[in-house]
């Protein structure tokens, strides 16, 4: 996988693998950092789009019917957001 971009010892870098980052001078560790937290930043957002379209409807069902009265119903959607929660979570491992 290619780094989008890194800034090392006064030079950016841009669509490199970690081996040709390590070839040019660049450590190792700082590579490999840089690869993990891009990485950890993609999944991120993913996740997020995910809560957005899958989870998030569902827990605001939840408040819906919990403001309405509709204590039984706001119960199963709020499970219902959660098992979307843990499918998310699953589907984007950090």
Request: proline share 2%; charged share 30%.
């Amino acid at each position: 996988m290619k780094i989008k971009e890194l800034f090392f010892d006064g030079a950016f870098y841009r669509g490199y693998t970690v081996d040709e980052l390590v070839n040019i001078g660049v450590t190792r560790d700082v590579a490999t950092a840089a690869l993990v937290s891009q990485v950890a930043a993609e999944v991120a957002s993913s996740r997020q789009s995910a809560y957005e379209l899958e989870s998030d409807p569902l827990f605001l069902e939840a408040l819906r019917k919990d403001a309405a009265g509709d204590i039984e119903g706001a119960e199963e959607a709020r499970a219902a957001a959660l098992v979307a929660v843990d499918a998310i979570k699953a589907r984007y491992p950090l």
